[in-house]
């Protein structure tokens, strides 16, 4: 049971990455970025490490999709300075 | 259509390179003489509940120092190069949502409480340091999207992370004068095991690492966000 759910959750990590690689919208691709750290993060705690878990989800499901915003905002302001 | 190929060459190649990874992987039977060392005696020599904590802050805790000054760099390096002058958010930028306002008033609060729980409570639960810090910096986060005009004190910020890293060090210090080694965290009294108070200066190096590492991702955060004076 729980190897299939692992199985699940790891074929839609890499549903997730590929779709994140193919995406024509920049935003969307970063959301499915921080989509892949939030399935991980749920493999953490059934793999029974929650200390992990709450550093991925944390960083890399929030922190990283902001700072990621944020560096998009800034790219598209400076193409409209320039 | 060469690079095509070439791509698919040196693709091949590092699956070659991973295969026996794969076809000689045994699952372990047993803990490493280390780890068996580290999970047999650790509850016992430091009082901590969470081993993994006393892994990271004691065992390891050269490697936790490491990390947290590669933050640092990092945080400096952002600082270094996204500090610019730039004025402050246009004036007739829209507000944000009520939506969003009234959550963050609720959720604020919570949220920042959950964080200080997370590092102070290291030595019991799962978390620690790191993930308290990031909590609250993500607390921070929601209330800058909330308020776009209100800006954050790089003053408070710097004096907080320079206060909590040369506290970090002297904990450090302290162990190598009045325990075993450098960040050894038996010069204060273990306790009763399973108790806030308790497992030694594990709870206080997790606290400075957490206002440390909170501090720092809320410069990193403001610096991207284009940054006030």
Same mark, same amino acid.
């Given at each position: ?14 549903? &997730?990455? /590929? !779709? ?8 969307? #691709?970063?959301?499915? %970025?921080?989509?892949? $750290?939030? +399935? &991980?993060? /749920? !493999? ?8 992990? #878990?709450?550093?991925? %989800?944390?960083?890399? $499901?929030? +922190? ?19 | ?229």
């Amino acid at each position: 049971m729980i190897s299939v759910f692992i199985i699940v959750t790891g074929m839609l990590m890499i549903a &997730a990455g /590929v !779709l994140a690689v193919h995406q024509k919208h920049l935003l969307s #691709a970063v959301i499915l %970025a921080g989509v892949i $750290s939030l +399935l &991980a993060s /749920v !493999l953490y705690i059934v793999l029974a490490a929650p200390d992990v #878990a709450m550093t991925e %989800a944390a960083i890399g $499901s929030a +922190l990283t999709t902001i700072v990621f915003l944020f560096a998009l905002k800034k790219i598209r302001e400076q193409d409209k300075h320039d | 259509m060469i690079r095509k190929y070439a791509v698919i060459l040196i693709l091949g190649l590092f699956v070659l390179m991973l295969l026996p990874l794969l076809t000689e992987l045994t699952p372990f039977q047993e803990l490493s003489p280390v780890a068996q060392k580290y999970a047999g005696e650790g509850p016992d020599a430091l009082g901590s509940a969470n081993l993994v904590t006393s892994v990271v802050v004691t065992y390891r805790g050269m490697d936790t120092l490491g990390e947290v000054a590669v933050l640092f760099a990092a945080a400096a390096g952002v600082g270094f190069f996204l500090r610019r002058k730039e004025k402050r958010p246009a004036p007739g930028k829209r507000e944000a949502s009520a939506l969003l306002k009234t959550g963050t008033a609720f959720l604020l609060p919570l949220i920042l409480l959950v964080g200080v729980f997370v590092f102070t409570h290291g030595h019991l639960t799962p978390g620690g340091g790191f993930q308290g810090g990031v909590l609250i910096a993500s607390a921070v986060v929601l209330f800058l999207f909330a308020n776009r005009s209100a800006s954050v004190s790089r003053t408070i910020l710097q004096w907080t992370e320079s206060l909590s890293g040369v506290f970090y060090v002297a904990m450090g210090a302290l162990g190598l004068l009045l325990a075993a080694g450098f960040l050894d965290s038996r010069f204060l009294p273990p306790g009763e095991f399973g108790k806030l108070f308790s497992a030694g200066a594990i709870p206080v190096i997790y606290s400075l690492i957490g206002l440390k590492v909170g501090s720092e991702l809320v410069g990193i955060i403001d610096n991207m966000r284009g940054g006030a004076e």
